[in-house]
């Protein structure tokens, strides 16, 4: 089992994406995304047009990251509502379309 656990660990990779949202959804706390193969924990996912076959989420619940998490949703309604291009960073992870989204970066 854990054998399996850091493999997994050092599986991760961190990789950026920019591109502007196609979608912008939220779920209920606890809601989740995609099949069960490829299923994140996440409140808020997002698309982008320079990836569409993949999609990115964070969660928005009350602990340590929670104010960090409020300010990376606002940025992307107004990025979404003003059609802007943004920068995002996420955990990766072989063989999924669906990841967990740690940065959102809006340049001009």
Do not use: W
Not at 25 to 39: K, S
Not at 52 to 75: I, V
Not at 77 to 106: D, G, H, M, S, W
């Amino acid at each position: 089992m854990a054998l399996t656990c850091t493999i997994q660990l050092f599986a991760q990779q961190v990789e950026s994406v920019t591109g502007k949202v196609t979608l912008l959804r939220v779920n209920p706390v606890g809601g989740a995304f995609g099949p069960p193969a490829d299923r994140i924990d996440a409140e808020v996912i997002i698309k982008l047009n320079t990836k569409p076959d993949n999609a990115y989420g964070f969660q928005l619940r009350k602990d340590n990251n929670e104010l960090t998490h409020e300010a990376m949703f606002e940025m992307l309604q107004y990025a979404y509502a003003n059609n802007l291009e943004i920068k995002i960073e996420y955990t990766r992870l072989p063989n999924r379309k669906n990841f967990i989204l740690f940065r959102v970066i809006l340049e001009k």
